[in-house]
């Protein structure tokens, strides 16, 4: 019914996100029966929206307004906020320039017209092709190529753009589950957080550095690893794809990536870095606020790069468009400037003393980490059950104070079962395993496989609870965004 052939069917696979939430709406009806069967009672309350939770001594209120804009009152004994990214309703915030790509339907008035699109991400890749698409089609010709049509004779084209002006590069071949490192392993870092807290960013560099220069010797003396810093690290990562025109460089990755899964080859350095991604988390909330910085501002963005690859056919319609003359990628570099005020429609990007004007602009950079004040419950601020997390303050010669030994740096300070830390005698059975509020000291942090690991350690933590107290488990709610539940 989806056009997916049971064949092509695997765990390496991408997949359309309609099928991708046909199959998880299945799953979910899957679940709820059998709950129902088990002599569970499931309420799930579609296009309901919580606007209210407040802690009480015992138990938690939550407060929902229903389709017909009524409101519910409801106590329960846990909740769980699983919020996710919070999307207005209305992205086209001025006509023509759209704070987000989601719902791509939005997109569908974009016209033949100049459009340029901040990031160059899949999430930038989906707004390119969500435009294009309502504009022309993307079809195989004889041959297999993938090839871009539209009727369109004036000016529609499409310009991505980033601070570095590259694509994400193809998904590439690497075996499942991760096979274990030698060097940079769990246990290893666990003994420099123990034992170097001071130095912890630095010392985790150097577990780095040995562990790639093991996995792909060649590699490491390409970009002189011997030589490199937390902060140039990035620069030398990065520096042999932005000597190419982007376009040139995503053909010749594309076909690197499609040659290697054929013959199920690995990049032993793309490997490397991809299992090590997992192992720098163990560390990265012991981090002290200096630490935390560089890691952030440098460190980060190759691991982030190498794991966020893309699929194959995401490249190949970025491809099929640029041989259209519908496609191009521009570097903004550091010191570009957005202006959508003084333009009629869309906006302008200025860069130096040269303008980039386009009728229709879409901010395509996805949600970035938020602070604990964007928590969409006022009663939790104002009860003071929310608040930024800590993080250690770096010493000083002459020792970090008592009274400034911590400092707030973003994100809602959770415990170790992801519930907030405060010190009021009421309720803390609410966790938070919404996304944006857990970035900051969980830079990877994603898609399914980090909403299992949450889901789990949450429900542990409520099943724990519930037998500890001797009741039952009736009460349990979660609240969620995501459309499986609208």
Partial sequence: MLGVPAETIGDRE???????????????????AKA?????????????????????????????ATLDGSTENHVFDHVVMAT????????ETKPGFFISPWPAANLDTIADVSVGVLGTSLSGIDAVVSV????????????????YHTASETGFHITMMSRKGLLPEADFYCPIPYEPLAIFTAAAVDKIVENAPDRLLDEMFDLFR?????SDPGYAE????????????????????????PLTWAAMNLGEAKANKASRTTVAWRYAILSMHEVVLRAVPHFNDQDLKRFHNHFKTLFVDDYATVPHQSIERLLALHRAGRLSVLKLGS??????????????????????????????????????WDVPFPSLIEQGAVRQARTAKASTAFGAMDDTAEIATGGIDLDSQFRPKFEKPISHNIYCVSIPFLLHKLPFVQGITSAEELGTLVASAILDDVEKRGFGINAVRTLASDPLWQ
Wanted: charged share 20%.
């Fill in 14 to 32: 991408f997949y359309p996100r309609v099928v991708l939430g046909e199959y998880f709406q299945s799953q979910l009806a899957a679940l709820l």
């Fill in 36 to 64: 129902v069967a088990r002599g569970h009672v499931v309420d799930v309350k579609g296009r309901h929206r919580v606007v209210d939770v407040k802690l009480c001594e015992q138990d938690i209120k939550v407060e929902v």
């Fill in 84 to 91: 996710g990214h919070d999307w207005p309703e209305k992205t």
């Fill in 132 to 147: 294009a698409t309502s504009h022309g089609s993307f079809l195989l010709d004889d041959s297999g190529v993938m090839q």
């Fill in 210 to 214: 040995a562990q790639l220069l093991a």
């Fill in 222 to 245: 390409r970009i002189g690893l011997g030589m490199l810093t937390v902060e140039t690290v990035a620069d030398a990562y990065f520096a042999e794809r932005g000597a190419y025109d």
């Fill in 335 to 372: 010191d570009y400037s957005l202006d959508n005020d003084t333009v009629a429609t869309g906006a302008a990007v200025d860069i130096g003393n040269v303008r980039h004007t386009f009728a229709a602009f879409i901010d395509a950079t996805g949600q970035q980490a938020i602070s604990a």
